[in-house]
């Protein structure tokens, strides 16, 4: 990531609904079935 | 402060001449509660279209020496957002603002001029023709001369604010770009925006950009960004705000003796997002030293 504070948009990852979240500020943490999709 | 550190950009005045670069400081309000941002020279926020963007499929930065390649892709909240809620903001606080615009076309480029026209708040436009992360307009527009006149006088035409036209290194003819939007009616030209760059990770064998390529910043680029504000000031007579890789005191002297009355500064502010502030300081307490006005040391250069 470059600015770690929300604002330049560059931790971008895609979650399972296709939106995009920032690792910054949405994450770091997030549910795996988030990122990854599908279930056990 | 001294007074020393005012400057005219055209119709323009400034406070001081250190801005912060579109893109690089969010909209300005995110970084409220650690710098003092109505301090800073202008705020050129994050590009606005008309519509909202989502931006470029991730990665979307990485690192290189000296700096970084990015493929944002022009993220940003749209006009009406930014007008309802985050103008008001920036003007609660005393910013100047300067909106930086991005277009498809030369019809939204004029619109968002025509649009931004009617609302308080704002300080100046900053016309995007140089990103180089977006498929339609962006760059394709300061490559050419003509193309970069056509949406200059769109955007002057539908505008009283002062207009700000932000050029690509990307130009084969750079001065031919920079004389003619300045006959088009632009007050000042910013320069330079990125370089389209790419980086491979030797690994996966992937780029590192899930754009393939992104713009190159940071002091990597500072030396190109130097010379094309030493080449395009001799070129123009508008005012030149110069972009590139500035880190320090030393560095925005260098821009300002190559010829810019205003400096941006971008990536430092990833590192460092009291970059400005401080640089202000730091140049007041400079010119009071040398008893000068930062004006004085504008296009000094001695060359034979």
Redesign the interface.
């Known amino acids: 990531m470059a600015c770690g504070v929300g604002t330049c948009k560059g931790c971008a990852v895609h979650n399972n609904k296709k939106k995009y979240k920032y690792v910054c500020s949405d994450g770091p943490v997030f549910d795996a079935e988030e990122i990854f999709g599908g279930g056990a | 402060m001294t007074g020393r550190l005012e400057v005219e950009l055209g119709v323009l005045t400034l406070e001081n001449p250190i801005m912060v670069a579109s893109?690089?400081?969010?909209?300005g309000l995110?970084?409220a509660e650690i710098v003092d941002i109505g301090r800073i020279g202008a705020i050129s926020v994050?590009g606005i279209s008309l519509e909202p963007r989502?931006?470029n499929?991730?990665p979307?930065?990485c690192e290189t020496p000296s700096g970084?390649l990015?493929s944002?892709g022009l993220?940003n909240i749209g006009f009406d957002a930014f007008v309802a809620k985050t103008l008001p903001e920036l003007q609660k606080r005393g910013v100047t603002v300067v909106v930086n615009t991005y277009g498809t076309s030369i019809e939204e480029f004029q619109t968002l001029a025509a649009r931004f026209d009617k609302v308080d708040g704002v300080a100046a436009l900053e016309v995007n023709i140089s990103c180089p992360n977006v498929k339609a307009g962006g760059m394709h527009f300061g490559m050419f001369p003509e193309a970069a006149a056509e949406v200059t006088a769109a955007v002057r035409q539908a505008t009283s604010l002062p207009v700000i036209v932000k050029l690509s290194p990307e130009a084969a003819d750079l001065t031919g770009v920079a004389r003619a939007v300045a006959n088009a009616g632009a007050d000042a030209i910013s320069l330079i925006n990125t370089i389209r760059g790419m980086s491979i990770d030797v690994n996966t064998r992937r780029p590192r950009l899930g754009n393939v390529m992104g713009g190159l910043s940071g002091p990597a680029i500072r030396p190109i960004a130097v010379r094309m504000v030493f080449e395009v000031h001799r070129a123009v007579d508008i005012p030149l705000i110069g972009i590139g890789g500035i880190t320090c005191l030393r560095d925005a002297l260098e821009f300002f003796i190559a010829g810019a009355s205003a400096i941006q500064v971008g990536t430092a502010?990833?590192t460092n997002?009291q970059t400005a502030t401080d640089l202000i300081d730091e140049l007041d307490a400079y010119c009071e030293e040398k008893d000068i006005s930062v004006t004085d040391l504008v296009g000094t250069i001695e060359v034979d």
């Open positions: 893109g690089t400081f969010g909209y995110e970084y994050k989502l931006g499929a991730p979307r930065v970084m990015n944002i993220a502010n990833f997002p």
